[in-house]
């Protein structure tokens, strides 16, 4: 778990110091800068380590370089706010592929009510593609107070919430289902 938080704080760490440096100093030229040089020198540490990098930490490092240099170019934060919303729009094309969440549920869920777990992927690909949706809407506005809200409170608490929601709903559909097997 300690690793997952590490590797999610090392992800977001340019739009972290972007944010921090921003609302620090009001001056998004420097911001963005700081935040593209961060990056860079993340991905230069870690082939400098010998650590693999994925293709994530090259598309994430494109992004930030481009969307930094937006930033930059026009004087302008959003395009950095938005940033979140291009790994949300991935997140959902992936999820569209049929069955990818079977693989993440218990044996007595995946054998008792499959197609109900392939309809929840696509339930979560159209959740990712709102809250991609949502941030680039929040982003527009250009308060960063909302933002910050936005990406840590609404899309953590609505994930969270639809994880629970789905908790419920396929415990009982299963309980429901094997119960009437026996019967």
Known sequence: MKDVFVRLG???LSAIVFLVLYLSTGNVVLAASVAIA??????????????????????????????GLA?????????????????HFAIAAIMLKR???LRYMPPIVSETIPEY?????????A???????????????????LWAFYVSVVLVGVKLLAFAVQYVVFRVITINRIRAASA
């Not at 993340?42 to 082939?47: F, K, L, S």
């Not at 392939?118 to 979560?124: E, Q, T």
């Not at 593609?129 to 527009?140: D, M, N, Q």
Request: charged share 10%; no cysteine.
């Open 10 to 12: 090392t992800d977001f």
């Open 38 to 67: 961060g990056a860079v020198a993340q991905v230069i540490y870690a082939r400098v380590k010998e650590k693999p990098l994925s293709f994530m930490t090259y598309a994430s490092l494109g992004l930030v370089i481009v969307l």
């Open 71 to 87: 930033t930059i170019l026009t004087n302008d934060p959003r395009f950095v706010l938005a940033k979140p919303s291009i790994a």
């Open 99 to 101: 069955g990818w969440m």
């Open 117 to 125: 777990v392939a309809a929840a992927g696509y339930a979560w690909a």
């Open 127 to 145: 959740l990712m593609l709102v809250l991609g949706l949502g941030t680039i809407a929040v982003a527009w506005t250009g308060d960063l107070k």
